[in-house]
């Protein structure tokens, strides 16, 4: 059984969508005890980084998270609120990786957000990107990034920036593009991440 974290974000729909589509049964909850029993977890969003973190250190939820063993997977928000912290609002993150999520520079003329479909380079090594062709184009929406690092396994350009696609430590996996609205390279990286 897969887990979608439940929290004061958007998203969820389409990642559910994904899952049954792959034939994948999946509960929706942010019971601890359900997070920590399942196989994987996915941790979507689409949203604002305070009110999410806020939601999460309410709940209690911040703890169960950071305390995971088995695979988990943050896609867009979640990825950003899985980083150490980030400039929108000035919020404390759940520092499972040693990033700072930044906003892009909005006098470069770019339009922001970074919006639609852009290349993806990846370590092909990476289990994560099993079977994906390097460069292959996958679905952004976002204003605020997360930098390349020691953990980046994938990185994207926009607004003269290189930043990080995706990234990796132990069982944390974190992608900023929407692997469920990738089309078939999405749906390939949401394999992988179900079958690690």
Not at 56 to 61: D, E
Not at 126 to 143: I, T
């Amino acid at each position: 059984m897969i887990a979608i974290v439940k929290y004061n974000a958007g998203n969820i729909q389409s990642v559910k969508y994904a899952l049954e589509r792959l034939n994948t049964e999946y509960v929706v909850t942010d019971d601890p005890k359900i997070l920590s029993s399942c196989e994987k977890v996915i941790f979507p969003g689409v949203g604002e980084a305070s009110s999410a973190m806020n939601y999460l250190r309410k709940t209690k939820l911040d703890e169960v998270l950071i305390n995971l063993k088995q695979p988990f997977l943050g896609i867009c928000l979640g990825l950003q609120l899985m980083c150490k912290n980030s400039s929108e609002n000035e919020t404390d993150c759940l520092n499972i990786f040693d990033y700072h999520v930044t906003k892009f520079d909005e006098t470069k003329g770019y339009k922001i957000p970074h919006m639609g479909w852009n290349q993806i380079q990846f370590d092909s090594n990476n289990l994560l990107f099993k079977g994906v062709e390097q460069d292959s184009y996958c679905y952004f929406v976002h204003s605020y990034y997360v930098p390349s690092g020691e953990n980046t396994i994938a990185t994207c350009e926009y607004a003269d920036v290189s930043f990080s696609a995706s990234v990796n430590r132990d069982n944390y996996f974190g992608v900023q593009f929407h692997p469920e609205k990738s089309g078939k390279i999405g749906t390939k990286i949401l394999k992988n991440f179900l079958e690690l």
